[in-house]
């Protein structure tokens, strides 16, 4: 069993910036994918950035060169730093992680974060 518990959603102005984190506790090992989805209202979830097993990091292109996926290891955090925040970042933000296999339809999912970009 994994649990995911993210922080560090809130307001923000275009053009700001904000770090999400996800504390994962759990058996996750090196064949996992962990990211970041996002929902906003009255649109479909949507993947915004992975690191795959191996280390790669898969970014969606609507966040390309502004956002940054990391995770620490050692404190087994995972964490996405969003630069040039623009109004349609808006959403409910959402790290999960699973086996690669499995990508993108993971079975674990944290509770989300909202983040709102002001105009």
């Known amino acids: 069993q994994v649990q995911l518990v993210e922080s560090g959603g809130g307001s923000v102005q275009a053009g700001g910036s904000l770090r999400l984190s996800c504390a994962v506790s759990?058996?996750?090992?090196?064949?996992?994918?962990m990211g970041w989805f996002r929902q906003a209202p009255g649109k479909e979830r949507e993947g915004v950035a992975t690191?795959?097993?191996?280390?790669?990091?898969l970014y969606a292109d609507a966040v390309k060169g502004r956002f940054t996926i990391s995770k620490d290891g050692a404190k087994n955090t995972l964490y996405l730093q969003m630069n040039s925040l623009k109004p349609e970042d808006t959403a409910m933000y959402y790290c999960?992680?699973?086996?690669?296999?499995?990508?993108?339809?993971?079975?674990?999912w944290g509770q989300g974060t909202q983040v709102t970009v002001s105009s």
């Open positions: 690191i795959v097993s191996g280390g790669r990091r």
């Open positions: 999960a992680a699973d086996y690669c296999s499995n990508w993108p339809a993971s079975r674990y």
């Open positions: 759990g058996n996750i090992n090196s064949r996992y994918c």
